[in-house]
């Protein structure tokens, strides 16, 4: 499947964020109007796992209040069209939540349909740094533990998975894009988005740098994951203080140490 993209059967995105300022009211407000396109849904809120939930084009959000400020869980079946207009949707919700708080107006359900894939717009589609230090000390962990092809993939696309020749759900995954960012003041939670693989690698920036994540949607993989993790920042550290360092003079442990049966036919 060279070049193949693909969503992974049976996933959806889930997608968490706290509004510390705002009003849990004013966010319901949001949220409806984007969804909806009214400030309360037709059929009203309704009673979920965490708080209330509408649900409107393919997406669920769910409201929960918190003392640090309300919550929003968001999911959705069609995670490869909603993936790349994440950050977009939630940027309309905090726009609407804020104009209900302040009497600023907000877009009249007739200025645009309902929904948040209504008015979807040419999706982004960043260009993977495959210079970076954090992705060649990964490929080289790849090389290292020849890791076959069929268990690595890439996300090179928000939502898209791009393997070689993965026939199922890869075990490592390298995500280029990252999740979306919130709107200023909120916090994101947890974001997973299909295809990330049983162990997710990722290396968002930070004002002190790249950040190394490596985390797995399986509460069983958690552990390894860490250890991946560890080993995944020592390669880095050691690449960044000295670009042609050999890995075989790295005290790098071999793969069945890291993931036991886990393992695919690596070191």
């Given at each position: 499947?060279?070049?193949?993209?693909?969503?992974?059967?049976?996933?959806?995105?889930?997608?968490?964020?706290?509004?510390?300022?705002?009003?849990?009211?004013?966010?319901?407000?949001?949220?409806s109007?984007?969804?909806?396109?009214r400030?309360?849904?037709?059929?009203?809120?309704?009673?979920?796992?965490?708080?209330?939930?509408?649900?409107?084009?393919?997406?669920?959000?769910?409201?929960?209040?918190?003392?640090?400020?309300?919550?929003?869980r968001?999911?959705?079946?069609?995670?490869?069209?909603?993936?790349?207009?994440?950050?977009?949707?939630?940027?309309?919700?905090?726009?609407?939540?804020?104009?209900?708080?302040?009497?600023?107006?907000?877009?009249a359900?007739?200025?645009?349909?309902?929904?948040?894939?209504?008015?979807?717009?040419?999706p982004?589609?960043?260009?993977?740094?495959?210079?970076?230090?954090?992705?060649?000390a990964?490929?080289?962990?790849?090389?290292?533990?020849?890791?076959?092809?069929a268990?690595?993939?890439?996300?090179?696309?928000?939502?898209?998975?791009?393997?070689?020749?993965?026939?199922?759900?890869p075990?490592?995954?390298?995500?280029?894009?990252?999740?979306?960012?919130?709107?200023?003041?909120?916090?994101?939670?947890?974001?997973?988005?299909?295809?990330?693989?049983?162990?997710h690698?990722?290396?968002?920036?930070?004002?002190?740098?790249?950040?190394?994540?490596?985390?797995?949607?399986?509460?069983?993989e958690?552990?390894?994951?860490?250890?991946l993790?560890?080993?995944?920042?020592?390669?880095?550290?050691?690449?960044?203080?000295?670009?042609?360092?050999?890995?075989?003079?790295?005290?790098?442990?071999?793969?069945?140490?890291?993931?036991?049966d886990?393992?695919?036919?690596g070191?």
């Open positions: 499947m060279t070049g193949a993209t693909r969503n992974h059967p049976g996933g959806r995105l889930r997608l968490h964020v706290i509004a510390p300022h705002t009003a849990a009211a004013d966010l319901a407000v949001g949220v109007r984007v969804l909806t396109g400030d309360r849904p037709p059929a009203g809120w309704q009673p979920g796992t965490y708080g209330q939930v509408v649900r409107s084009a393919g997406v669920t959000a769910e409201l929960t209040a918190a003392w640090d400020g309300p919550e929003l968001l999911t959705c079946e069609d995670a490869r069209s909603f993936a790349p207009r994440a950050g977009q949707f939630l940027a309309e919700v905090a726009a609407a939540a804020d104009g209900s708080g302040t009497g600023r107006p907000r877009p359900p007739a200025d645009r349909p309902a929904g948040p894939l209504a008015q979807p717009g040419p982004t589609r960043p260009r993977p740094n495959r210079d970076s230090i954090a992705y060649r990964w490929e080289a962990l790849m090389a290292y533990w020849e890791v076959p092809g268990a690595r993939a890439e996300i090179v696309a928000p939502g898209v998975l791009t393997s070689p020749d993965a026939p199922g759900e075990l490592f995954v390298f995500d280029h894009v990252g999740p979306p960012v919130p709107p200023a003041g909120w916090l994101l939670r947890s974001w997973y988005a299909p295809d990330t693989g049983v162990h690698f990722s290396a968002p920036p930070s004002p002190a740098g790249p950040r190394l994540k490596v985390g797995s949607p399986r509460p069983a958690r552990k390894r994951a860490a250890e993790l560890r080993t995944w920042r020592a390669v880095t550290a050691e690449l960044t203080a000295a670009p042609g360092s050999p890995l075989a003079a790295l005290p790098v442990p071999p793969l069945r140490c890291v993931l036991g886990r393992q695919p036919s070191r």
